[in-house]
Structure formats: C-alpha cells, structure tokens
C-alpha cells in the first residue's frame, strides 16, 4: 500500500518534468556541449515558421558557434525534426446513472473542442562535430564562414 502512495505521489512530479524539458520553453536555442568539439544544438520555431527557415537558422546558429569556438568547418553527425502538431477537434459524448434508495438519477453530456492555437511549432535538433583546417570531403561537412556568409545573405 505504501509503495503505491509513494508511486502516486511522483507522477505529477514526473509530469511536471516532462513538460518544463529545455525545448519546451518556448522559441528559441538550445545548446549542449557533448565532448570538446561536439555539440547537440536545437532550435524550437514560432508557431508557423516554413521547416526551411527552421533548417537556415539551425545551420546559422552551428556555423556561428562554430566560429566562435575557433574552429573552421562542422559535419552535421545526427539531425532530427519534430512537429508540434495542435489537436483537431474532439467531439465526447458521456453519461452515467446512479441510485439511491428508491430515487435514482440519469445524466447524458456532450461536449466539443477545437484547438485555436495555430499553426505548429518544430524542433530540429543537430548534432555537430566542429573542426579546423580544409573542410572534409563529406556531404555533411560545411564550411563554417561560407554558410554563415550564404544564409545571412537571405535573411
């Protein structure tokens, strides 16, 4: 009996930890330093943001830390997108019946939602190796200034 209380009594804890996690804060950065010249960056988007634009400002953000780090290059080593997909609309029937004595009651409930939130957020999270010298031949490796250069041209 006690072992339940004590598992009732931490799953609002855990879920209050499920949903203050770093990216869900809100917009924005987050970075993550894995090994010396490793590093996890995410980037949480407003509401509606195109998944390019999401992509151009991730590959920014690496690119400049990159150069800040004294570094030349980085190799995108994992990346991965997530969607923040609001909820359509939920239509719930419901009903249930008591008795007591000789009264008794009957109850029926409709009910509907709709998310009015907007668009959906995204989430991509990279993963980069930063390095120094000629940029490896590698799909994955990109030239720190020359991204840096390129995307901030477009913005």
């Not at 770093?22 to 949480?44: H, K, S, V």
């Amino acid at each position: 009996m006690k072992k339940a209380i004590l598992t009732a009594g931490f799953i609002p804890i855990l879920l209050t930890a499920c949903e203050t996690g770093p990216y869900a804060q809100g917009p924005g950065f987050y970075e993550t330093r894995i090994e010396q010249n490793r590093y996890r960056i995410a980037y949480r988007s407003p509401r509606g943001m195109p998944r390019d634009q999401v992509e151009d400002l991730t590959l920014l953000r690496a690119a400049d830390m990159t150069l800040s780090e004294g570094y030349d290059w980085f190799r995108v080593l994992a990346r991965q997108g997530v969607v923040d997909r609001p909820n359509g609309p939920v239509i719930s029937l419901g009903g249930g019946n008591t008795s007591f004595g000789r009264n008794s009651a009957v109850s029926l409930g409709l009910g509907a939602s709709f998310n009015l939130s907007g668009p959906p957020a995204q989430t991509l999270i990279m993963e980069i190796q930063m390095g120094r010298g000629g940029r490896p031949d590698d799909s994955a490796a990109y030239d720190a200034a020359d991204v840096e250069r390129t995307i901030r041209s477009r913005l």
